[in-house]
């Protein structure tokens, strides 16, 4: 059966005309049906007055679909991307980030590079360098049978991409755009790949991303730019496309080659250029969005700062952990935590078990510093979380188990990330996704599916009150806590009978038991994650 495509659509450079993009996003899905998400490229903010934009901002418009948006291009606008690493900036808009890899649920497979190419040092806040074309470069290489990605986003357009294609118009491709994009573009072969800024539309004729006769068959690349919002010219800023994603393509369907399809525009110049020379390894690491450092080595136990402390004369002194206000039970500091429950200690977080768990190995990844929620832990803080979920799911998997994750940032002081096993036997995937909807419909609570390995930081802000639910698949969960929320609600639906089939363990506090046998239970927990726990040595 095939597989039901997505459908997206593209935009130009916004420019601030919020009010004439989002009144044309309407009139086409009135005529067109929904499309599933927006993605705007080029300059989202323009040089006029914030008057409409506090409109967005404040609520009182919202974006008639879930939109996208790349960062600043110049000085003016930095402002308005106050997080590096992505963030909420209204309601149905999001900032993507400075660069990273978006995964829908879909399957779908974005990547994104914020800003205009820069070759000094330092790099300005609305640009990005060779190291961070490297870094994403290396990134997706290093993924195991890595073929391409579904679509690419920059700002810029790619040097010499008018090569061997059709006219590109006023724009000379050979003086115009950023060669280390052409670098990039080559290096992960998009199925699509938008740009903007020149305020033009020029869709290039696909080209291959293989030698003939010297390579296997490849998927072509179609290039699109689009032009401003609102142009007088009337020239094309909007693009609709429907896409199924890469990984659920056969692969001969995913490797036709459209008639009109032409040479690759930069394998020459890149080849000529020298990527290894022209695109340096960075000195240091540079992290992306959503995915762990690659650099770090297996099997080491990592010292206190996090790097092992052999390899410099002169170690980085750690950074100060974030304090709490007052008592917390959940700092590892703090004479306030029961640290029998603990089982494993990272360099940013601790892993320890539930008191009054739903089972014998319900845990909580916890930072060791004095963090509220997700949205506001450090990127070195959210890459352990990862790690530790990644292992986790391997031990529950071999255990025959699944892991749910949830959060609720909602009347608690201190991140507990709750991780609950299901045995595969009880239920599938699909009847826990469905069991957490159903009793959010029940109870009035609007709990949305968000994109496979969006952050959290993406969705809300520090301080906004959330719940979110991960299931073993990668499927998120979200809900925005506006006024009251169950507290229990997470505990509730997977003590239902429709998962575990323990409704009388839905408080914790009916499922206390001594602390002898809490440290029972630890003992017999770390002794079965031991093999699969990171933090210890070889």
Same mark, same amino acid.
């Given at each position: 059966?095939?597989?039901?495509?997505?459908?997206?659509?593209?935009?130009?450079? /916004?420019?601030?005309?919020?009010?004439?993009?989002?009144?044309?996003?309407?009139?086409?899905?009135?005529?067109?049906?929904?499309?599933?998400?927006?993605?705007?490229?080029?300059?989202?903010?323009?040089?006029? #007055?914030?008057?409409?934009?506090?409109? *967005? &901002?404040?609520?009182?418009? @919202?974006?008639?679909?879930?939109?996208?948006?790349?960062?600043? !291009?110049?000085?003016?606008?930095?402002? +308005?991307?106050?997080? /590096?690493?992505?963030?909420?900036?209204?309601?149905?808009?999001?900032?993507?980030?400075?660069?990273?890899?978006?995964?829908?649920?879909?399957?779908?497979?974005?990547? +994104?590079?914020?800003?205009?190419?820069?070759?000094?040092?330092? /790099?300005?806040?609305?640009?990005?360098?060779? &190291?961070?074309?490297?870094?994403?470069?290396?990134?997706?290489?290093?993924?195991?049978?890595?073929?391409?990605?579904?679509?690419? $986003?920059?700002?810029?357009?790619?040097?010499?991409?008018?090569?061997?294609? !059709?006219?590109?118009?006023?724009?000379?491709?050979?003086?115009?755009?950023?060669?280390?994009?052409?670098?990039?573009?080559?290096?992960?072969? =998009?199925?699509y790949h938008f740009a903007a800024l020149e305020k033009t539309y020029y869709e290039r004729l696909p080209y291959r991303?293989?030698?003939?006769?010297?390579?296997?068959?490849?998927?072509?690349?179609?290039?699109?730019?689009?032009?401003?919002?609102?142009?007088?010219?009337?020239? @094309?800023?909007?693009?609709?496309?429907?896409?199924?994603?890469?990984?659920?393509?056969?692969?001969?369907?995913?490797?036709?080659?459209? =008639?009109?399809?032409?040479?690759?525009?930069?394998?020459?110049? /890149?080849?000529?250029?020298?990527?290894?020379?022209?695109? =340096?390894?960075?000195?240091?690491?540079?992290?992306?969005?959503?995915?762990?450092?690659?650099?770090?080595?297996p099997g080491r136990k990592r010292s206190s700062i996090g790097r092992d402390s052999k390899s410099s004369p002169h170690?980085?002194?750690?950074? @100060? $952990?974030?304090?709490? =206000?007052?008592?917390?039970?959940?700092? $590892?500091?703090?004479?306030?935590?029961?640290?029998?429950?603990?089982?494993?200690?990272?360099?940013?977080? *601790?892993?320890?078990?539930?008191?009054?768990?739903?089972?014998?190995?319900?845990?909580?990844?916890?930072?060791?510093?004095?963090?509220?929620?997700?949205?506001?832990?450090?990127?070195?803080?959210?890459?352990?979380?990862?790690?530790?979920?990644?292992?986790?799911?391997?031990?529950?998997?071999?255990?025959?188990?699944?892991?749910?994750?949830?959060?609720? !940032? *909602?009347?608690?002081?201190?991140?507990?990330?709750?991780?609950? #096993?299901?045995?595969?036997?009880?239920?599938?995937t699909d009847d826990i996704k469905d069991a957490f909807i159903t009793q959010a419909q029940e109870q009035q609570i609007?709990?949305?599916?968000?994109?496979?390995?969006?952050?959290?930081?993406?969705?809300?802000?520090?301080?906004?009150?959330?719940? *979110?639910?991960?299931?073993?698949?990668?499927?998120?969960?979200?809900?925005?806590?506006?006024?009251?929320?169950?507290?229990?609600?997470?505990?509730?639906?997977?003590?239902?009978?429709?998962?575990?089939?323990?409704?009388? &363990?839905?408080?914790?506090?009916?499922?206390?038991?001594?602390?002898?046998?809490?440290?029972?239970?630890?003992?017999?927990?770390? @002794?079965?994650?031991?093999?699969?726990?990171?933090?210890?040595?070889?």
């Amino acid at each position: 059966m095939a597989e039901k495509p997505l459908r997206l659509l593209a935009c130009g450079d /916004v420019e601030g005309k919020f009010d004439v993009l989002f009144n044309r996003v309407r009139t086409i899905q009135k005529k067109s049906g929904n499309f599933d998400l927006l993605l705007c490229v080029g300059n989202f903010f323009g040089s006029t #007055p914030d008057a409409e934009w506090e409109e *967005y &901002k404040t609520g009182i418009k @919202k974006a008639p679909i879930q939109t996208y948006v790349l960062g600043a !291009n110049n000085q003016e606008t930095v402002k +308005y991307f106050q997080d /590096v690493d992505g963030c909420e900036l209204a309601e149905n808009i999001t900032y993507l980030g400075r660069k990273g890899v978006f995964t829908g649920s879909s399957g779908l497979q974005i990547v +994104y590079l914020s800003g205009t190419e820069s070759l000094n040092e330092p /790099v300005p806040g609305y640009s990005f360098s060779p &190291k961070d074309v490297f870094s994403l470069r290396t990134m997706l290489w290093s993924t195991s049978q890595f073929k391409g990605v579904d679509i690419l $986003l920059t700002s810029p357009w790619p040097k010499y991409v008018g090569n061997f294609g !059709n006219s590109s118009g006023e724009v000379d491709t050979k003086k115009c755009g950023s060669a280390l994009i052409s670098s990039l573009a080559t290096g992960l072969k =998009p199925r699509y790949h938008f740009a903007a800024l020149e305020k033009t539309y020029y869709e290039r004729l696909p080209y291959r991303n293989h030698i003939i006769l010297q390579e296997n068959a490849q998927h072509a690349t179609r290039f699109i730019a689009l032009a401003n919002v609102g142009n007088p010219e009337k020239k @094309k800023y909007l693009y609709a496309f429907s896409i199924v994603p890469m990984k659920l393509m056969d692969v001969a369907e995913l490797v036709k080659q459209p =008639p009109d399809v032409t040479e690759n525009p930069y394998r020459k110049f /890149v080849k000529q250029a020298s990527i290894g020379k022209q695109i =340096p390894a960075p000195e240091e690491d540079s992290a992306c969005q959503f995915f762990f450092d690659l650099n770090e080595k297996p099997g080491r136990k990592r010292s206190s700062i996090g790097r092992d402390s052999k390899s410099s004369p002169h170690p980085k002194q750690p950074r @100060k $952990l974030p304090q709490p =206000p007052g008592p917390c039970w959940f700092c $590892l500091a703090s004479p306030e935590v029961e640290k029998h429950l603990v089982v494993s200690i990272g360099t940013h977080c *601790y892993l320890a078990l539930a008191k009054g768990g739903l089972s014998d190995d319900h845990v909580l990844i916890l930072p060791i510093g004095h963090y509220q929620s997700v949205a506001e832990l450090s990127a070195e803080v959210v890459e352990e979380v990862e790690q530790y979920k990644a292992t986790l799911r391997r031990f529950f998997k071999s255990q025959g188990k699944r892991c749910i994750l949830f959060e609720r !940032n *909602y009347k608690s002081h201190h991140l507990q990330l709750q991780v609950i #096993p299901v045995p595969l036997s009880r239920c599938a995937t699909d009847d826990i996704k469905d069991a957490f909807i159903t009793q959010a419909q029940e109870q009035q609570i609007e709990l949305l599916e968000i994109p496979e390995h969006s952050d959290i930081k993406q969705i809300a802000q520090p301080g906004a009150a959330y719940f *979110y639910v991960e299931l073993d698949t990668g499927e998120k969960l979200f809900h925005r806590i506006k006024k009251n929320f169950p507290l229990q609600f997470g505990r509730e639906v997977l003590a239902s009978e429709a998962i575990l089939n323990i409704p009388d &363990k839905s408080d914790w506090r009916q499922c206390q038991i001594s602390k002898e046998e809490e440290e029972t239970l630890a003992r017999r927990f770390r @002794k079965d994650f031991e093999p699969f726990d990171f933090t210890l040595d070889d």
